[in-house]
């Protein structure tokens, strides 16, 4: 593997450290009753969302999922409007008319996340579609889960973009479990990335919990998507730590499974990286530290930011 | 240009043509106005809405897609999120329940779910209606569905000039709008101005003046509720023709405006008659302008069942010149 710059592996640590504390303090939140509805944390799975992004543009694109936390936090969301967002107020992303499974910064290209689970990909597939007829060369990555894998919006948006030889990474996030149900029980060939090879897509499957293997997978197709030999896919195998969501404790998860991954953990492996490139603990509790104060303001921020009043909404909504 | 003007170069051109140069027009004036669908680019597509185009513009903006409705129409939804106006072809509106995710959940949805900062400025075209024996598949009338959904804009023209002026608005509406074309309507003709002109969408049109009753009609129901009320004409009853046009956003004032004067009401709707628009427009009329109305409004809708093949039968689900006339008599009373 190629030797990278301290600062390179903290920045790639710092941002799974705060995708891990984004949902541990969410659920803090929602326990407390300030955050309702649903909320799918993105715990187990950092080493993606984290690995992908860093290897794109800011000007690039991407699409989320109903878990889409991470993917938010690692393509650089502010915490202050990602938590207020959580909380239903003004100052969130969507004006806290979204919601955790809505969460979208246009302005940036990050197409949201999405309640529908493999909705976002043919949607990926068109702002893929778009830059190209703009002439831009822009790359976009769309994640989707192991569930979203077997349905035709995903599938279809493949074949699309393999027809059309566009310029995206189809990042099939394998967390094994779709809810509830064990992927052998969802499909014949769980060897998720021959799904990409069936529609003619260059297609891999890797660690999806260590995270300079997703950035190096990464990095290499979003430089060949950029000289035009897209589409990719890339099938990054992981593990849920939760439920699938805050009120499923996740009984059915198996305990050697659980405690595979308590060991292979993205975070733990994230770590290594940074001492074998020489960082002290000390230096590591200091990034943590940091993230943690960043976290405790957001937190702040959002419990205390205002929510839209009854005349603003309605003033937003006229005209429907 | 707009409709008020008199006095304007004008030439007859066939429903299919208004569309087709408004579609021209509208790439012409934005280079991210493109469109796509099934068999469009070569064959011009199946109604020959859009021969042509790829001359002028090129596989980039006139794109074949596979059979593949719902990631197509994603597709365009992406492409419109991120500053593109794409205008996607749904071959039968029978079709579109494949892509119903795509649209109500997504299309319809982005704008008010990002707090206003996600614009779609799609338009997805079909066509419906009953004609020629298509069949159960191939024949519905589902403006209901779309007319349903907060978000969405809903057009239904029933003539060439209608068709060109509403289209050319759709392309430049910021929000996802289903215009929906009718398959029997691709051949008739009307004078449509030389110059260029468009037509906002949410004004509906008196396409005759009367003042004994108000038939309101849209889509392929116009031309039939215009023949109609040449025929009650004939017969002593001046009836007034208003066709809205676009059925979100709903022209209800020039609707309101017609029952005012004429105090009888038929709502025409080629769509099944069970729980249609029809029955929206009604109760809109009944809680705006009851006190002003001298008999219930009535509706004649199509059959409570799908379409059947055989021409003959066919004929019989939805409302025909006759049964127009005949329920329009029973409206003024004079059945």
Redesign the interface.
């Known amino acids: 593997m190629k030797k990278y710059s301290i600062d390179f592996l903290s920045s790639l640590y710092t941002t799974m450290y705060k995708i891990r504390n984004f949902e541990e303090q969410g659920i803090k939140l929602y326990r407390q009753g300030h955050i309702r509805g649903y909320f799918h944390p993105y715990w187990g799975e950092e080493a993606i969302a984290t690995g992908v992004c860093s290897a794109m543009n800011p000007d690039d ?1 991407i ?1 989320s999922t109903h878990r889409g936390h991470g993917h938010c936090l690692a393509w650089g969301a502010d915490l202050n409007r990602m938590f207020a967002e959580l909380l239903g107020k003004k100052a ?7 919601g955790s499974m ?1 969460i ?4 940036k290209g990050n ?2 996340a ?3 689970v493999g ?1 976002g ?14 002439g831009e060369k822009k790359v976009v990555a769309t994640f989707v889960s192991d569930g979203g894998s077997n349905i ?2 995903f599938l ?2 493949l ?2 973009a393999a ?2 030889k566009l310029p995206v990474i189809f990042v099939i996030e394998n967390n094994q479990y779709a809810v509830s149900t064990p992927i052998e029980d969802s499909t014949g060939e769980t060897q998720l990335y021959k799904r990409g090879i069936g529609f003619g897509v260059e297609s891999v499957r890797i660690d999806g919990n260590d995270v300079l293997q997703v950035y190096e997978t990464a990095k290499a197709f979003v430089d060949r998507c950029r000289k035009g030999e897209g589409p990719f896919l890339i099938e990054a195998v992981t593990f849920r730590k939760s439920g699938h969501h805050v009120n499923d404790p996740g009984l059915y998860l198996p305990k050697e499974k659980v405690e595979y991954y308590e060991k292979h953990d993205p975070l733990k492996i994230g770590a290594e990286y940074l001492r074998n490139a020489g960082l002290s603990d000390e230096q590591l509790a200091e990034l943590q530290d940091k993230v943690m104060k960043e976290i405790k303001v957001a937190v702040d921020f959002a419990v205390k930011g205002e929510e839209m009043s009854k005349e603003e909404f309605l003033n ?2 006229e ?2 | 240009m707009n409709e008020s003007n008199t006095a304007v170069a004008t030439r007859e051109i066939m429903y299919r043509e208004a569309l087709n140069e408004a579609l021209k027009e509208e790439m012409r004036r934005n280079p ?1 106005v ?1 469109v796509m669908g099934e068999g469009i680019a070569e064959r011009g597509g199946s109604y020959k809405v859009t021969v042509d185009l790829l001359e002028e513009f090129g596989h ?2 006139v ?1 074949d ?2 059979i ?1 409705e ?15 106006r ?1 205008v996607v072809e749904i071959l039968f509106i029978d079709f579109s329940l494949l892509v119903l ?2 649209i109500i ?2 299309a319809a949805k ?1 704008k ?7 614009r779609v400025p799609m338009v997805l075209r079909t066509q419906g209606g009953v004609g020629n024996g298509l069949a159960a598949q191939h024949s519905q009338s589902l403006e209901m569905l779309f007319y349903h959904i ?2 969405l804009r809903v057009v239904m023209p029933s003539d060439a000039y209608d068709a060109k002026g509403l289209l050319k608005s759709a392309i430049r509406c910021d929000d996802p709008v289903i215009f929906l074309e009718h398959k029997l309507l691709y051949m008739n003709k009307t004078d449509v101005p030389e110059e260029e002109y468009t037509i906002p969408l949410g004004q509906a049109k008196v396409k005759k003046e009367g003042k004994d009753l108000t038939i309101i009609a849209w889509s392929g129901m116009v031309p039939k509720a215009l023949e109609a009320a040449h025929i009650l004409a004939s017969q002593g009853i001046d009836a007034e023709v208003v066709d809205p046009r676009t059925l979100v ?1 709903l022209d209800k004032e020039t609707i309101l405006n017609s029952v005012r004067k004429t105090e009888h009401v038929l709502i025409v709707q080629e769509a099944v008659r069970r729980g249609g628009v029809a029955s929206d427009i009604s109760s809109i009329i009944q809680e705006q302008a009851f006190d002003y109305l001298d008999a219930p409004v009535k509706i004649l809708g199509g059959l409570n069942i799908p379409c059947p093949f055989n021409l003959n039968l066919e004929e019989l689900i939805i409302p025909q010149v006759d049964d127009i006339v005949k329920a329009a008599k029973e409206v003024v009373y004079k059945g």
Not at chain 1, 92 to 98: A, D
Not at chain 1, 104 to 107: E, G, L, M
Not at chain 1, 121 to 134: H, K, N
Not at chain 2, 70 to 84: E, I, K, S, W, Y
């Open positions: 694109y699409t969130g992303y969507c004006k806290g008319l979204g809505h979208a910064d246009y302005s197409l949201g999405n309640g529908i909705s990909t043919p949607i990926a597939v068109g702002a893929a579609l778009g830059a190209s007829i703009r035709g919006s279809e948006g074949n699309l027809a059309w937003f909504v005209g429907y | 991210n493109f980039k903006r794109i897609t596979p593949s719902n990631g197509f129409t994603g597709t365009g939804v992406g492409a419109a999120l991120t500053g593109m794409p995710d795509q959940n997504q982005f008010f779910m990002s707090g206003g900062t996600a907060p978000g956003p």
